[in-house]
């Protein structure tokens, strides 16, 4: 017995057996995991910096007790966000050998997650003269002469005491933090001031400390420095994906200061991303792995100076990167609407345009649905998420999971796929609703969604119905 057409497709003529669904596209802000802008030593909701400058020096090291929803949460003159960003210096983790201060990192975790995000993290070898724990020094580890003295003491990151104790470290935290769910990454900051220049590593120092974040970090995702030895090793060796990160994004200086004539002055969008990017290898690793900018100063620096804000994030967007952190300093709003937007293209945006299946199907019996979506974002999602369709009457519900591995989902091209799936067992003939999600294969939730209008609160996507009969 055929069951009667119910209402729902009194708009198809009696003839038509198939269905296209057509989802309004949304601009609007979408909190989704693991992309866009973060917050700089502190979390979602937190006051930021109200002039150009901030702290690099003092990662947090007390945390406020955050109990409510992260979707109330509203940062003035900045943006939504779902990654926090945060970094300490080595002395102030590690005060005595092995006494690594788990309670601040346990506490970064837990704060971040209460506000709805992950946390990138960074441990820095120095700032400056400090951040080095008193400790080393008295091992009688060697310095560097070249750049410090007595009063200004620079470790000689190519001392064997220096590989080792550094090493232990790193080794500790990724022996208790690898593959933490929510540790969004770890830097790959072996040497130098604030970990970010490699410091005076020989080049197979700085492969040997590489060796010892990979072989700490394997379920965690990496990002290693551009211009430094151990991002060109990461790429060459690792076989696990290695993102990477930039600082001094947005740099455009025009002074020639009298050396040389004005606008043609040294600077790193024209001089120093493009060759590092070629020579570190990297040119192409944001198909496999995130990239990450850190402002030059702040946005409200770059304001103060008449930069070029179009020509700066246009050519940002060009490296296809994930995640923006100006260091938690304010949005100027004369250029908040195109901060916004940069924001909306950072990492992926999935819009799906069209999914075409059967009007009607039996239990058990499979057909056909064709999909329709765009990235409009610029990079891939990089998380092993699935995409799922679900199936609801009257209290039952299915969920079945496709096939496709949506890290292929690449900006800038369509993706279109089709597959057979088969409508699960236990529906009664009649009506039976159909939704899709981006969902995490343990939890089986919707974690990811797109960039449409019909959402429900718990992240499905009602699209359409399908009758069952027997």
Not at 132 to 144: F, I, R
Request: hydrophobic share 35%; proline share 7%; charged share 25%.
């Amino acid at each position: 017995m055929t069951l009667r057409k119910t209402c729902w497709r009194n708009q198809f003529g009696p003839n038509e057996v198939v269905q296209r669904v057509r989802p309004i596209e949304s601009r609007a802000y979408i909190a989704n995991p693991h992309r866009g802008t973060t917050t700089f030593q502190r979390f979602n909701g937190d006051p930021v910096n109200d002039n150009w400058t901030w702290d690099d020096r003092n990662g947090p090291s007390t945390f406020t007790l955050f109990s409510g929803n992260p979707a109330s949460l509203v940062n003035e003159r900045y943006p939504r966000t779902t990654l926090a960003y945060c970094r300490w210096a080595w002395g102030d983790l590690e005060p005595c050998k092995g006494q690594v201060r788990w309670e601040v990192f346990d506490g970064a975790l837990a704060a971040a997650r209460a506000r709805g995000q992950t946390l990138q993290m960074r441990l820095m070898p120095f700032l400056g003269a400090c951040g080095v724990p008193d400790w080393y020094w008295a091992t009688g580890a060697g310095m560097d002469l070249k750049t410090g003295n007595a009063s200004h003491r620079i470790p000689d990151h190519n001392d064997p005491r220096y590989f080792e104790h550094w090493g232990d470290v790193i080794r500790a935290l990724g022996a208790r933090y690898d593959g933490h769910p929510d540790l969004e990454s770890f830097d790959i900051a072996y040497g130098g001031s604030c970990g970010e220049t490699g410091g005076n590593c020989t080049p197979e120092t700085a492969r040997a400390l590489t060796d010892v974040y990979l072989a700490s970090f394997r379920k965690t995702r990496l990002v290693s420095m551009l211009g430094t030895d151990g991002c060109t090793h990461a790429q060459r060796v690792s076989s696990q994906p290695v993102g990477w990160r930039a600082d001094c994004f947005g740099d455009i200086h025009e002074d020639g200061r009298g050396v040389v004539p004005d606008r043609l002055c040294w600077n790193h969008t024209y001089d120093l991303y493009p060759m590092e990017a070629e020579k570190c290898g990297v040119r192409d690793a944001w198909r496999r792995a995130p990239v990450t900018f850190e402002t030059c100063w702040t946005v409200p620096y770059w304001f103060e100076r008449n930069w070029d804000i179009d020509f700066i994030l246009e050519q940002g967007l060009r490296y296809h990167p994930t995640v923006f952190m100006p260091k938690s300093s304010f949005f100027p709003a004369e250029w908040r609407a195109k901060l916004d937007a940069f924001d909306l293209r950072l990492g992926y945006r999935f819009v799906l345009r069209q999914m075409i299946l059967s009007l009607e199907t039996r239990p058990g019996q499979s057909f056909e649905v064709q999909t329709f979506l765009d990235n409009v974002g610029v990079a891939p999602i990089y998380r092993p998420y699935k995409l799922a369709y679900r199936f609801v009457q009257e209290g039952i519900e299915r969920v079945v999971e496709s096939a496709q591995d949506i890290r292929t989902w690449m900006p800038e091209q369509p993706a279109w796929f089709s597959e057979t799936i088969a409508m699960p067992a236990g529906f009664q003939p009649g009506e039976v609703g159909v939704s899709v999600g981006i969902i995490d294969p343990l939890t089986r939730r919707p974690v990811v969604r797109f960039a449409i209008e019909e959402v429900a609160p718990d992240g499905w996507h009602p699209l359409t119905s399908m009758d069952v009969v027997v």
